[in-house]
């Protein structure tokens, strides 16, 4: 059995704002997206959310 993943990849500009990843979350399960990139999220440092229906590992470049 041949298993399909939907991977994608988005430039958010920011996730800081309260309900911004939630709204992103969203639109990623309505288009059935398996794995994303999420550039520019300007998230600090680094870390891994998990939320009952994903999961969300983040890390920032710290040299500027």
């Given at each position: 059995m041949r298993t399909v993943l939907q991977l994608g990849t988005w430039t958010v500009r920011t996730t800081l704002q309260e309900g911004e990843?939630?709204?992103t979350v969203n639109e990623?399960?309505?288009y059935k997206?398996?794995?994303a990139t999420l550039q520019e999220s300007r998230w600090p440092n680094e870390g891994r959310i998990e939320k009952?229906?994903?999961t969300l590992i983040h890390c920032a470049e710290t040299n500027f």
């Open positions: 990843m939630h709204e990623l399960q309505k997206t398996h794995i009952k229906d994903y």
